[in-house]
């Protein structure tokens, strides 16, 4: 099939799924008018495969169909297939501003990484269905979210909760699985969700360790939808929450059949538990390059804002800016380092070695570590700074009038007058007022702004994670070496 229009997107989501926002069941998300925005923007990132100007940067020829696809499926090993699939990523995550954490992009990345992880963990037939849920949804062009996460019933324990999602019954027509999943950001506008490991599990809980793709409108599944960020203002006043609230959701499973082609790991404690660490890293390319735009946007915004009312003069802002330009700087070297480290495990991979090593002299012992401690701590970091940056430069002039007020004559002239700015017009100095509202202010701001520090799980974990890491060992011989002599 290849790659759908908008339209084609659109309809897809007319498909009898079970979804809940604001105390009411959704019939049809299309026709939610909160949720439109968000469709449209999806769309328009269908159309543009379309573009012939476009075409090449985001689609290729299936290698098993023939029918043009993705870009962001490329499982690349080239140099040029890591530029297409880099550059793919970039042009998609520049249209939306960085803003949308979950694109469907995430995912192209995250399944190819799940394929070739299980491959390097010697579980080839899980590895050839893990293959087989990339190739449904690239050849599909499918929206794909995932949830990874247990529901919150007690987090003084990392064992499996009763209330995870486990499997009940075994059928002819696959595995039945009941049970709850947070969160899945993008669930109901998503075609299927990929739920799988993020909490190691223990010996006996094996119903827990599963890996599998769901539709989202498979008979027995219940999306709890968090509510709308958008409540119908213009674009005027809330340009951001209008176009790329992504939405976020609760999913539980009530006897759901999970085909066993779409069962990617079902009790492989050996499977479940390596995927946490094993993978070439497309994933890290996609996301490393999404927070890089983000920051880009945010750092724009700031010295938009701080020349709009003369903060740009003020060396205290001139400082905090200069300071986020340096982390942009930063932010390319680590999706440059992002592609290359991906590419040297993959050709590890390819000749039959784990993972790339360094020789200790010319590069680290411990390989290829930037992407993913960047997306761990430098841009949850970097993005809560210079959202800070923005909210201090902008000050009290986020609380400002809306669109309405502007266009009414009598408190237009007012704004003209008074609210104005160093080569500013009211009018400018609002939009550019309202969106450093929505992005840091609003509802969606808010969400924005935490989604930043947990995008890659529990930061806590995470940290604990590296503490295990052989950096940690690394660092410390170098101690020894020296108070040896
Ligand atoms: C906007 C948003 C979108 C998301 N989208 C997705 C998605 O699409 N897919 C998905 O799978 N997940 C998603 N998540 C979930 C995300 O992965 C989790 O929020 C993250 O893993 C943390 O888990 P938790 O929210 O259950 O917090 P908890 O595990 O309940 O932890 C709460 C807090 O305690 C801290 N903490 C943990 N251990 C300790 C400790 N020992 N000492 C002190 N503090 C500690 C944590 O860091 C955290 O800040 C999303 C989250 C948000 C906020």
Known sequence: MGIRTGLDYVASLRDDRRLFIDGRQVPDVTAYAPMRGVIDTIAALHDAQFDPALRDILTHRSPTTGDLVSNTYI????????????????????????LMGRLTDFMSGFLMDLAAGLRLLGKDEAAARAQHVVEVCREGDLQVTHALIDPQSDRSTLAAPAEAVHVVERTREGVVVSGCRMLSTLAPVSNVCYVGPYYPRKPGEERFALAFLVAMNA?????????????????????????????????????????????IVDGDMAAHNGLLGARPGYTAIQACTRGMIKLRFLTGLATAIARANGRDRTPRFQAAIGELAAFVGVADGIRTAAISDCRARVEALA????????????????????AGAAVNFFFPHANTKAADVLRMAAGSGVLAMTEADYANPEIGALMDRWLIGPNTTAEQRLKLMKLAWDLTGTEFGSRAGLYERLYSGDPEANAQRWFQSPVVAECEAMVARLLEG
């Open 75 to 98: 499982a690349a090993r080239t140099e040029a297939e890591f530029q297409t699939l880099a550059g793919c990523f970039h042009l998609r995550a520049l249209r939306t501003y960085g």
């Open 219 to 263: 008979p027995g599944l219940t999306i709890l939808g968090r509510e709308s960020f958008h409540h119908g203002e213009s674009r005027f006043d809330r340009p951001l929450s209008s176009r790329f609230d992504e939405g976020d959701a609760i999913l539980i499973f009530d006897r759901v059949t999970i085909p066993h082609d779409w069962m």
């Open 351 to 370: 000749a039959g070695r784990p993972m790339p090593r360094g020789d200790g002299l010319t590069g680290p012992e411990a390989f290829g570590n930037a």
